[in-house]
């Protein structure tokens, strides 16, 4: 499973989604959605444009946790 690490990134770097908004011009709704990890299809657009924001790499936002239930 594909999961989004946004919200510690952000925590950590003390910025809120709407000031990552500001920064990535992308809309506070869908830096929201990415933020609570509701994202079904990852934009590569997006990513790339919260990396630069965050002056991070893709690892830094996103993680591959194993799913027990689907991996046997």
């Known amino acids: 499973m594909?999961?989004?690490?946004l919200a510690k990134c952000l925590d950590e770097?003390?910025?809120?989604?709407?000031?990552?908004?500001?920064?990535?011009?992308?809309?506070?709704?869908?830096?929201?959605?990415?933020?609570k990890n509701?994202?079904?299809?990852?934009?590569?657009?997006?990513?790339?444009r919260?990396?630069?924001a965050l002056d991070?790499?893709?690892s830094d936002i996103i993680e591959y946790v194993k799913d027990e239930k689907t991996h046997k």
């Open 2 to 5: 594909i999961r989004l690490t």
């Open 13 to 35: 770097r003390g910025i809120t989604r709407y000031e990552l908004a500001k920064r990535t011009e992308v809309k506070f709704q869908t830096i929201d959605r990415y933020y």
């Open 38 to 48: 509701r994202v079904v299809r990852y934009d590569s657009y997006i990513l790339d």
């Open 50 to 52: 919260i990396c630069a």
């Open 56 to 58: 991070c790499s893709l």
